[in-house]
């Protein structure tokens, strides 16, 4: 397993600018690439991209710019960017690259290997940060940590081994899962419960952090992916359930996801990957879903009264 030394991000939103700026302090300049399209890097160059208040320091480059491969390649795009996304890395992608996707949901892991190769992904999820981004500026309180490893249960490959090791030397914190597909299930939970209840009460952390009508309506989206996990062999339990709601609780109460600042900026949001996952897996298992359902119109009704 080679040492990873070149590093590739595309997608500069919050996970993105929260990565790529702390790398940017812990390794050579010319080392760290972050992929946009031409537009987009004029934009940044014109009116930077700021972290915490500390001007980010970046190398841009476009997808059609020729270029050594990654050893490590790290997708940080709204999953609605992913297919573009796909395509716009394929110069960063070697032999030997190692590929982490930090998107949220269940499913960007296969669609990238479906190009690249399932031999390449270490499955991902990126939790415990209360980053908010509003316009060019990124601000945050917790880093949180990057859970890595291979699909397959119980084992701690080279790969899984070669990226701790670079982790271990540029000081980002993370944490090795052998079971993956079951952590990737909690944060999917927890982000059905969490991203969608915020964003329809257009609210924040402390909204469901604290007793009351939000926070029940999160549970019970959350109890629904349990059911399913049930179904899909991965078997979460109100001890996950427990888990998530701890990692919750440790959150700025000012902090927002990333779907409730989609609604305020009146963007299209990730409800698809979320409540949509959730009725279509819903309908092959034939379980009910209502506060799902309830959210997924919600939501929807919210979108279509952007102007």
């Given amino acids: 397993m080679r040492e990873i030394k070149k590093v590739t991000i595309i997608g500069l939103g919050a996970l993105g600018i929260l990565y790529g700026h702390h790398l940017s302090k812990k390794m050579p300049k010319v080392d760290l690439r972050i992929i946009a399209d031409r537009e987009r890097i004029n934009k940044y160059e014109k009116e930077h991209v700021y972290c915490n208040g500390e001007r980010c320091s970046f190398t841009y480059l476009s997808a059609d710019e020729p270029c050594e491969p990654a050893d490590l390649l790290i997708f940080t795009v709204k999953y609605n960017g992913l297919k573009d996304a796909i395509q716009a890395v394929k110069n960063h992608v070697g032999e030997q690259t190692i590929i982490l996707s930090a998107l949220n949901g269940i499913s960007s892991e296969s669609v990238i290997g479906q190009v690249y190769g399932e031999e390449k992904i270490l499955y991902t999820v990126a939790q415990g940060m209360d980053a908010v981004k509003e316009g060019n500026q990124l601000t945050y309180e917790h ?20 990226v701790a090791e670079f982790f271990d030397k540029v000081e980002l914190p993370y944490e090795i899962d ?34 009351g009508k939000a926070r029940d309506m999160m549970i019970g989206a959350m109890r629904e992916v349990i059911a ?66 309830k959210l997924y119109e919600r939501i929807q009704l919210i979108e279509s009264q952007y102007k």
């Fill in 228 to 293: 399913l996990s049930e179904k899909a062999g991965v078997h979460l339990t109100e001890a996950d359930l427990d888990y998530w709601l701890s990692v919750l609780a440790t959150l700025s109460p000012d902090g927002k996801p990333s779907m409730a600042q989609d609604v305020e900026a009146r963007r299209p949001s990730e409800v698809e990957l979320f409540a949509g996952t959730v009725l279509h897996l819903a309908k092959q298992y034939g379980i009910a879903t209502p506060v799902n359902q």
């Fill in 178 to 211: 052998t079971n993956m597909v079951k952590r990737q299930w909690g944060k999917f939970m927890l982000n059905v419960g969490v991203n969608q209840t915020v964003a329809v009460y257009e609210s924040n952390y402390g909204v469901v952090q604290q007793e």
């Fill in 143 to 162: 880093m949180g940590i990057l859970c890595f490893g291979e699909q397959e249960p119980d084992l701690i490959s080279d790969k899984v081994k070669g």
